[in-house]
Each structure stands twice: as structure tokens, then as C-alpha cells.
């Protein structure tokens, strides 16, 4: 099972697209839970931004379940200015950030339909690395690193064919991805 996990208010019509999205292409029921709190401690005043790996250990952990933060605020991890995700194999869980995926934050027309579809690869990508996933060489894989937006773009919303033979047979990726 895969929950997702809203940190605040996050707009129902993204639980309800990546409901609808992500089941065909991973196989598995996605349920959306309540909606938790921003950790303490999060924020960074000096930096004003918020420490990913705050709202990551902040969600639960399952066995076999797999769970999803979505956080509609600027994320970072110490050593890079910021993050798209991140995500940890050894407990099921990650985290999305939302307000890079947007037009608006690079000051460019609103375009909600390819928010939508960042979200969804975004989040189809940290899924990956909670199942052991590393980057994928194939630009149009789900799993390629998104360095920019234009990487993320180019992506399909769905594991590349050497990708989804890896999903049937656990690899040993990285237990902690961080960026994206
Ligand atoms: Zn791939
Ligand atoms: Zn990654």
C-alpha cells in the first residue's frame, strides 16, 4: 500500500490526481491519509527554508507500506541549496517538496497541468529510490536525475524496461537519496 501524506493544506486536487495516476503504473492501492503538521524545528530561519530530513522522519513507517510527505515549502538538505525529494529505502518513506514544480516560482504563466505531472513523476521517482532504485541513464526514465526541471519535463511518468525488471528483483541502491 502506498500512502500519501499531506503536510498542511495542500490542495485536494493533487491527492486526487496522483489517486488516480500512480496505481496503474506501480501496481498498488495509493490511499491518502491525514493531513500531519509541519515537525518542529524545520524551519530554517537563517536559510529560510526547511530542513527535508525533518518532515521525512516525522511520517510513519510501515513494512511493506510505503509512505509519501508532500510539503508545499522550499526544501533543502545540508550540502545542496535545495531539494526536489528525498527519500530513505531502510524505512518506506519520502518526501516531495512542491513550489520549484510550479511556473509561478521562476516567474513564468501558471500551467496547473504540468505541475500535476511533476508532482506524479516526482513522486513515481523517490518511490523508486524507496525500493532500492538508483538514476537511471535513460533521460525519458522516470528514474533519470532531474538536475532541473527541463530533465523532469523530458521524463515519462513511469519506470524505463531495465528499471521495472529491477522493481521485480530488490537491488541494493542508495538508502538515502537526497535531491531529487
Ligand atoms: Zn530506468
Ligand atoms: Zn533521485
Same mark, same amino acid.
Given at each position: 500500500?502506498? %500512502?500519501?501524506?499531506?503536510?498542511?493544506?495542500?490542495?485536494?486536487?493533487?491527492?486526487? %490526481?496522483?489517486?488516480?495516476?500512480?496505481?496503474?503504473?506501480?501496481?498498488?492501492?495509493?490511499?491518502?491519509?491525514?493531513?500531519? @503538521? %509541519?515537525?518542529?524545528?524545520? %524551519?530554517?530561519?537563517?536559510?529560510?527554508?526547511?530542513?527535508?530530513?525533518? &518532515?521525512?522522519?516525522?511520517?510513519?513507517?510501515?513494512?511493506?507500506?510505503?509512505?509519501?510527505?508532500?510539503?508545499?515549502?522550499?526544501?533543502?538538505?545540508? /550540502?545542496?541549496?535545495?531539494?526536489?525529494?528525498?527519500?530513505?529505502?531502510?524505512?518506506?518513506?519520502?518526501?516531495?517538496?512542491?513550489?520549484?514544480?510550479?511556473?509561478?516560482?521562476?516567474?513564468?504563466?501558471?500551467? /496547473?497541468?504540468?505541475?500535476?505531472?511533476?508532482?506524479?513523476?516526482?513522486?513515481?521517482?523517490?518511490?523508486?529510490? @524507496?525500493? /532500492?532504485?538508483?538514476?537511471?541513464?535513460?533521460?525519458?526514465?522516470?528514474?533519470? &536525475?532531474?538536475?532541473?526541471?527541463?530533465?523532469?519535463?523530458?521524463?515519462?511518468?513511469?519506470?524505463?524496461?531495465?528499471?521495472?525488471?529491477?522493481?521485480?528483483?530488490?537491488?541494493?541502491?542508495?538508502?538515502?537519496?537526497?535531491? /531529487?
Amino acid at each position: 500500500m502506498i %500512502y500519501l501524506v499531506p503536510f498542511d493544506e495542500i490542495a485536494s486536487e493533487v491527492f486526487g %490526481y496522483l489517486e488516480r495516476e500512480l496505481p496503474p503504473v506501480l501496481g498498488q492501492e495509493v490511499v491518502t491519509r491525514q493531513r500531519l @503538521t %509541519y515537525p518542529n524545528r524545520a %524551519y530554517d530561519p537563517f536559510r529560510r527554508q526547511y530542513r527535508g530530513e525533518a &518532515f521525512l522522519e516525522s511520517l510513519p513507517i510501515g513494512e511493506e507500506d510505503r509512505h509519501v510527505g508532500l510539503v508545499d515549502a522550499d526544501l533543502y538538505v545540508p /550540502g545542496l541549496n535545495f531539494i526536489f525529494g528525498l527519500a530513505d529505502r531502510s524505512t518506506g518513506r519520502a518526501v516531495v517538496a512542491l513550489p520549484r514544480l510550479r511556473q509561478e516560482f521562476y516567474g513564468l504563466e501558471p500551467n /496547473g497541468e504540468l505541475f500535476l505531472e511533476r508532482v506524479l513523476k516526482e513522486v513515481l521517482h523517490e518511490l523508486g529510490h @524507496t525500493w /532500492g532504485l538508483g538514476h537511471c541513464p535513460n533521460p525519458r526514465c522516470v528514474m533519470h &536525475f532531474s538536475n532541473s526541471l527541463f530533465d523532469t519535463d523530458r521524463k515519462d511518468p513511469g519506470f524505463c524496461p531495465r528499471c521495472s525488471a529491477l522493481l521485480s528483483t530488490p537491488s541494493e541502491g542508495p538508502l538515502l537519496a537526497r535531491g /531529487g
